[in-house]
């Protein structure tokens, strides 16, 4: 199936670090999510982005629509330790999500 | 109160078995979906409700069922068994563009 291109597939990074994370399409998007999941859980949702170029943010979080609706970015400042896990972006289009294939955020101790 | 919730969360089964997943959700949603997570951690999607009608059948084999008593739930019932069954799979209810999620049963096909 149709599925969006999410880079980096993983990140090793000392506590502290800024983390930053993107995916792109070659389809063109009405929303873009963002949602994490913890071990064992369900993905939950970061943050949602509803027009191009909207710039938003959530805590540490800060999460971009790129203005040609085709990509967007995850930006995480100042890493913590409870931020491990795995995140995906998602790509709305006819009330289906078409999902990234993950990023797997691990902190070095 | 949980929002999405489903059970089992863990279920462990022989080859051939039939099996089922219950999904609810008291969020008031219209939508509800069955996804796969294999162990790429690729989500997949399989089904889509909308009011207790299909309207999302992705390429799935038959052995899968929905079931969708009421626009709460969403049911998952699985036939004959496979070894490639084996994952974790998620329900989750839709509000304007956006998805919640169950917290997964992990499904063990020995």
């Known amino acids: 199936g149709q599925q969006l291109n999410q880079s980096p597939q993983s990140m090793f990074i000392q506590e502290g670090e800024d983390v930053s994370m993107n995916c792109t399409s070659s389809?063109?998007?009405?929303?873009w999510l963002w949602y994490k999941q913890d071990p064992g859980e369900g993905p939950v949702l970061l943050i949602a982005?509803?027009?191009a170029g909207e710039l938003t943010s959530n805590g540490r979080l800060t999460a971009q629509f790129g203005i040609t609706r085709k990509d967007s970015f995850l930006n995480i400042s100042a890493s913590i330790p409870s931020d491990v896990g795995i995140y995906f972006c998602a790509g709305q289009i006819n009330y289906q999500l078409i999902w990234g294939a993950g990023t797997k955020l691990i902190i070095k101790p | 109160d949980t929002a999405v919730s489903q059970t089992p969360k863990y279920l462990v089964t022989q080859m051939g078995n039939d099996k089922s997943i219950k999904c609810e959700q008291n969020l008031g949603h219209d939508t509800m979906y069955w996804y796969k997570q294999d162990s790429k951690k690729f989500l997949k999607i399989m089904f889509s409700y909308n009011n207790k009608e299909l309207i999302i059948n992705e390429t799935v084999p038959n052995r899968f069922s929905p079931k969708s008593p009421d626009k709460a739930h969403l049911n998952l019932h699985i036939n004959s068994l496979e070894l490639g069954d084996s994952a974790v799979y998620f329900c989750?209810?839709?509000?304007?563009?956006?998805?919640?999620f169950g917290p997964g049963t992990r499904l063990t096909v020995l």
């Open positions: 989750a209810s839709r509000r304007r563009d956006t998805q919640y």
């Open positions: 389809s063109i998007f009405n929303t």
């Open positions: 982005l509803y027009k």
